[in-house]
């Protein structure tokens, strides 16, 4: 050994003692000639083609597959097994083939991408292949915009994701990447423990695409713990006992002994560790929220963009009143049909905000909505016939939303639900022969003795502006709370007050006259009324904006139910017309979370005929009829009446129209004036020129209007240019040479012997509109635009060297003779 170096090799180049032969004059080993030694290939090839990769497959096997198990509360079920499962494997064999052929990384990303999109359909969209095997057209696309969409749809839809096949994307790719570093680094690098860290990364990436619901992470952690330590090891003793290029039999068994006593014996420990670790955890470590990307991240859903389903209300009160909406086939007991809850009021109507808080925020949903309860959901099916909009009718809180109908495939993708507002729409909206199936989970109900003396918690709801609440309101709302201070007790005095006050009407034929809306001025209005008209719509308006006045969280809600004159059955199911609309508020209890209360007062007067007398009339007496009154002369035929009835009679609104003309006019007129201005200012010097007084200037203003064209196209004619130079410039730049024949001809006539006649002047600007139309004929639309609108020649012949304020003291002087 004296003569061996630190790593049991003799030195490279150095000579053996005695007549052996010199080792390590190569890249590799030699074989020694000594007895019972053999040689170590190993030295020569690539890991990954040794026997101890197969170590290393089976300790990222078991880490890859602790990070997969991760997608399970998510995914819902088994389905997540394929993508996981097959993005690891196609990851690692891109691995392996990189550090076998040792490709450089350009390469081993290209194969990536052509196995992500080879193995792509059939591992996590199976559903867009071909026999689920063979890729298509579809199937590429999904994939490529996957990989950059997947991950933003992943957090924002609502588990569990086995109702999107389409979001197989993301476990597949996540998987094919992380195992495709950690395989790289295994194989490849110096030091193979680097590929724990992109496993662990993507650990964390698990949980925070996940639940608030834990899959394993105590096991999950600690079998990657034990596997990447035990795999640690493994390398550190091999790298030890791989240094020596020349052993025996003997040393190999003893090497082969000591490393099964090793792994042995490190297996023990950690596994007594983990267990350890696995019973006391849950007892030491303190009880903390599970942060995941999916409650922290507000989805980029635009709920504005959808009208508030409130304002037309009177609509389906009044005009569409007989008509038959949709059909539930099993409505529970005392259930509503909610068709959008509205939290935010800005004055004009009350709409949906979606913001966070307790108005919630609206995520993507299938055919499966994750709940925490164990209650077998009650499933309701709903058949549209008459009813159009994007808010999904629904009923109770949703476990999930099955589309059955023709457009079901677009209805499922678009379909959005609120667990906090408890409102679904779809974006491929509702239409005639639509069908659905819910199901649902049905709250309870308290009575309202019971509602009078529980507690009203706290919500977080969007502030309505001082300035767009009705002006009467607050002053209304004291005066029917008084002094108390109760607030469950202020909402019912501000309920029961409604209802004494008000009058049902929804301004049908035969009742009290009542206009629709609920506007700030609506509801003043109603308010400031001793008898308030209105109808569900007005009257829940009304309660939600008092019971905020007076510190109560209230919202309001828009839907459907049987009431009292109702012809529904129970058992039966329940066709919905236009007159079972109704509108109620919300209020929050600490015992039962949001509970409804309605405000429609039970009077609902009639327009009543004027009495007729019991008493028999006796017969008229006719008398002879009085003559006439002369009538005043001084009154008669007045000037100033009749101006008067002609005012009162005339319903045309003239200031109105006024406003109106100055609110549309003058933007009209700050945008199309410098355009018209232009374009007549061109078209007055076309004119002038054409028209001019000597039959010389016609000739030389054609030419400047050559001249002018194609300055305004771009063309720079120098300003001192004859007409020939100017001719050649422009023959160059836009490949006309009949231009420089044009030119020739205008000097011809101007400095000719005789004065041109009125035919050469037509010959000669009939060439001009000639050359100037194929000029434009060659450009694109935006160009010619560009050209007509361009001041250039206006500038370049104006102002012409002197700047642009010449130009523009120059645009109001008098034209001077441009020959």
Known sequence: MSDENTRGNLPRGGAAQGNQPPYGTGTGYRTGTGRGTTRRKEAEQPRALTRFALVDVAALVVMLGAVAVGFGPVWGSLGYLLPTVGGAVVGLAVAWVGAWRRFPAVVVTALAVVAYVLFGGALALPHTTIAGVVPTLDTVRELLLGSVQGWKQFITTTPPMRSFPDLGVVPFLLMLIVSLIAGTIAWRAKHAVWAVVPIIVALVGVILLGTVDAAMPIVQGLVIAIAALLWGAVRVMEARVGTHSISTEASREATRRLRWHR???GATILGVAALAAGFTA?????????????ETVVPPFDIHQFTSP???FRHYAKDAREDELFTVSNLPEGGRVRLATLDRYDGVVYDAAGDGGDTGVY????????TGSKVTPTPIDITVSGYSGVWVPEIGKLTGIEWTGANAEAQTDGTYYNRDTLTALTTAGLRKGDTYRLNVLMPETPDEDVLKKAEISDADLPETEPTAMPAGLPAKATQFTGEETDPATKLFYIRDALQASGVLSSGLDGEVPSRPGHSAERIDTLVEEEKMVGDDEQFAVALALMARQAGIPARVVMGFYPDKDSDYQEGEPWTVVGEDVHAWIEVPYKEYGWVPIDAVPDEKPQIQPEPKSEQVPKPPVLQDPEPPEEPDKAKAGSVEDDKKDDAENDPFDWGLLGLILLAVGIPLLVIAGPIIAILAYKARRRTARRTAEQPAD??????HEVVDVVTDLGTTVPPGATRREGAGVIAGAHQVPSTLTLAHRADASVFGRGEPTQADVDTFWAEVDELVGGLRSNLSTRRRVRAALSLRSVWARVGGGRGVL???????????KES
């Open 310 to 312: 409130l304002v037309a």
């Open 363 to 370: 995520t993507r949903v299938g055919e499966e909505i994750a």
């Open 806 to 816: 010449a130009a523009l003291g120059g645009l109001g002087s008098r034209r001077k």
């Open 282 to 294: 849950p007892i030491i470590m303190p009880q903390q929220p599970r942060t995941v990307l999916r």
């Open 698 to 703: 016609r000739i030389s203003g054609g030419w």
């Open 263 to 265: 792994v042995r014996t």
